[in-house]
């Protein structure tokens, strides 16, 4: 069975940090494509989810302008967990955050989401 299971949610003030995890297991993420979105509301349509980062099997990481230099997703095969650092929060980073994966199964491209995790950035 397929889960993705985030945690590391919370409320943060301007400027500190947090750090999601998604714990992977029915697949490896290794030969896989990870990624994490957001969106403002968990009742939001599943395509407004905004990409924030993706990590490739190859070891390829790309953040979007709006999290670069604040953000990092990083990978642990070992432990078949992702992370998402985010340091330097702005209230504009307030959001549910998904992990996503895409990996190849033994016939076909498969991809499962996660069940999201609150982030609020106020004071």
């Known amino acids: 069975q397929v889960q993705l299971v985030e945690s590391g949610g919370g409320l943060v003030q301007p400027g500190g940090s947090l750090t999601l995890t998604c714990a992977v297991s029915?697949?490896?993420?290794?030969?896989?494509?990870m990624k994490w979105y957001r969106q403002a509301h968990r009742q939001a349509p599943e395509n407004e989810r905004e990409?924030?980062?993706?990590?490739?099997?190859?070891?390829?990481?790309v953040h979007v302008d709006s999290v670069k230099g604040r953000f990092t997703m990083s990978r642990d095969e070992d432990k078949n967990t992702v992370y998402l650092q985010m340091n330097n929060l702005k209230p504009e980073d307030t959001a549910v955050y998904y992990c996503?994966?895409?990996?190849?199964?033994?016939?076909?491209?498969?991809?499962?989401w996660g069940q999201g995790t609150q982030v609020t950035v106020s004071s």
């Open positions: 990409l924030v980062a993706s990590a490739t099997d190859g070891g390829q990481v």
């Open positions: 029915g697949f490896s993420i290794l030969g896989s494509t």
């Open positions: 996503h994966g895409r990996w190849l199964g033994w016939d076909s491209w498969k991809e499962s």
